[in-house]
């Protein structure tokens, strides 16, 4: 497989929650979807160090869906696995976290984006409920793996969506379903209050669940 990495073949994606994983040991099934320095091999279970993350590359990957002349942003983009698929799938793609995780981000798309393709990936500091104003509105894609996870935090991602989303914005969000993080709360009660969304995919083994979230000025 051609490694287009500056890096070579050996590309860590590490992140602020202490993920340490080479690349090359990550897999997607389909060839036309590898990442350079990711080999398509089956191996299901070199999944699991970002289990949320991983499973909306692979549901991506399932649904074939293509990026190409979208504009899409990463929420709490943590390692910029998501961002950086959605890049190489041909995405004009914006991954933002907090200022802190940053530099990581950047250090992750320079090693895995091609040169003639950096231009579309954009690391930015986006905190919630704080400088969204900052950003677009009516992004093709919304995407946030894992990021349902402080209860506090809620009110404030959910400002964010808010001011991002517009009648023509797809979200997914890939979450695990914590019971002591109260997700549900985040999924059956605030999210409802604004937008409509469908249950996308669930991985029972995993309790980890994708939801496709639309504006309610869709319907
Ligand atoms: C559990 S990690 C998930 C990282 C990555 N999306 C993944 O699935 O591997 C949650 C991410 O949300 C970010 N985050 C937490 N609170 C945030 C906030 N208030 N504003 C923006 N990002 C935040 C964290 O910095 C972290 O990168």
């Given amino acids: 497989m051609a490694s287009t990495s500056e890096a070579g073949a050996r590309s860590p994606v590490t992140g602020c929650c202490g993920y340490n994983q080479p690349l090359e040991d990550l897999c997607f099934s389909s060839p036309a979807l590898c990442l350079p320095g990711w080999p398509c091999s089956a191996s299901g279970s070199l999944f699991s160090p970002l289990p949320k993350a991983l499973t909306l590359c692979k549901y991506f ?5 293509s990026f190409w002349g979208k504009t899409v942003i990463e929420l709490g983009a943590g390692t910029g696995i998501v961002g950086i698929l959605a890049t190489l799938l041909g995405g004009d793609v914006t991954l933002t976290d907090l200022p802190l995780a940053l530099k990581q981000i950047q250090e992750n798309v320079r090693r895995n984006v091609p040169a003639e393709h950096l231009a579309r990936a ?6 919630w409920g704080l400088n969204h104003e900052e950003f677009l509105r009516d992004y093709d894609f919304i995407l946030g793996a894992d990021i349902v996870y402080l209860k506090d935090t809620y009110p404030m991602l959910i400002r964010t969506l808010r001011h991002l989303c517009g009648p023509h914005s797809t979200i ?6 914590r019971q002591e993080h109260s997700t549900a ?11 409509t969304s469908e249950l996308a995919y669930r991985d029972e083994t995993e309790n980890i669940n994708i939801y496709r979230v639309t504006s309610k000025q869709n319907s």
Avoid: I, N, W
Avoid at 61 to 65: A, C, R, S, T
Avoid at 122 to 127: E, S
Avoid at 185 to 195: A, K, T
């Fill in 61 to 65: 990957e399932e649904q074939k869906l």
């Fill in 122 to 127: 954009r690391v930015c500091a986006l905190t």
């Fill in 172 to 177: 997914y969000l890939s979450s695990k379903m």
């Fill in 185 to 195: 709360v985040f999924y059956d009660g605030l999210l409802p209050e604004h937008f």
